[in-house]
């Protein structure tokens, strides 16, 4: 059996059968643990001079290869073009694009310096397995170093619109770089037809729907294969895992304070994304048009930092920190907060336990990928009595959750009264939503994902040696 290997931006700290890690991580481990292979990828340190060495850790048949990056790489890089460019822009937020052609040149630079990093630790048979938008350039750089094996790519992250990705300057690079993989992964079908279009459109390659399901692409001298693979949850290990929480600390805290109310309850990182601060309005609305609602309802917003050190990130903050200010001093009252705004982090277990204690699970991102917590909200509840979750139609998770309320997070109107259904639902409503929701979390649960997205790349042909230099690849500068 071919070793797999992952490369990931940061390596997943796995505690092995703990509940710290998320189902992503566990699954990929998973996988690595049965074919044994590699996780490569940044450590998090950042140095401030030097020369950053690989750390290579073995654990049973799986080998962890990390590896610091230097200030200027990691400010290029990761803060630069990964994430005040590529991000907003993925997630159709062009107005909030920043591009610097140095982060994209030091963005090239660490991709194809990281795939000089792995090149010495691969064997002729690996399978190397490509995640997210940090690595677009990293089957390009392998591909100039001279290595042939077979290499998939997952995009966590939606795949924009044609027009949209017209705003990232070098989005031709972008996807001719995409096309060294030989298989390419989106999470959803819009994500994929997005894909095609701009293949077909501005690129002028070709695409063609195959009898297998993949979509085979011609592009760039290159061809590969690409298909839509949701991600999905282990949905009976959470369910596990907030049943156990039932009587704990955290949710008796919380039903002491409520005293009754009924709670809805959000957790996102604090991301422009996520549409936190239309969320917070569309809850303002409900208590605006339904006063029976005051005093009745608190909304549970948990909204761990990230990116802090980023503009846009700063200003989502501010931009929050005012929002539920001034909604609770509209509405607050000596007995009842309405909005509980928590910026921190909580445990996994901690989590899961408080989605299975509340009635609603409002999940509202202007655009995501997935969205992995409506499906650990979903997983968390107890079916006898389940909570509703009200889903944004731009969250990735829409395409398969149909049993939830399904809303656009740019009507303020429609969220408030979708709220409102849900904290009315029947139980048998609730019950058989529930059910429908929890069967397709099943049938496409982590594993299914992992091995679906491994069997397409196994079956696709290797490449032959000059192939990619067939196909005018410019072999990247390597970092000072
Ligand atoms: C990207 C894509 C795609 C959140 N707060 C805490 C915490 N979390 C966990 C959640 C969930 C995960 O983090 C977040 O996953 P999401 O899918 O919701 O969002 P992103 O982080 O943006 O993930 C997304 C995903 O990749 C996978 O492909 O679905 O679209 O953007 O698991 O539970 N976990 C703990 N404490 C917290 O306070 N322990």
Known sequence: MSRLIIVSNRVAPISEGGPAAGGLAVGVYDALKETGGMWFGWSGDVLSSGQPQIAVEERGPVTFATIGLLRRDYDQYYRGFSNATLWPAFHYRADLVQYDRHDFEGYRRVNAWLAQQLVPLLRDDDVIWVHDYHLIPFAQALRAAGVHNRIGFFLHIPFPASQVLLAVPPHRELVEALCSFDLLGFQTKPDLRAFCDYIVNEAGGSVERLDDGLTRIDAFGQTL??????????????????????RGKPVRTLKATLHGRKVIMSVDRLDYSKGLVERFRAFERLLDQAPSQRNRVSFVQIAPPTRADLHAYQDIRLRLEAESGRINGRFAELDWTPIWYIHRQYERAVLAALFRASHVGYVTPLRDGMNLVAKEYVSAQDPDDPGVLVLSCFAGAAQELTGALIVNPFDTDGMADALAVALAMPVAERQARHRDMLAQLRQNNVSVWRDRFMRDLSRVGK??????????????????
């Open 463 to 480: 490449r032959e040696a000059g192939a990619s230099a067939a196909a005018g690849v410019v072999p990247m500068p390597l970092a000072d």
């Open 225 to 246: 294969r690409a298909g839509d693979y949701p991600i999905g949850v282990y949905p009976d290990e959470i369910a596990e895992l907030a049943k156990a929480g039932e």
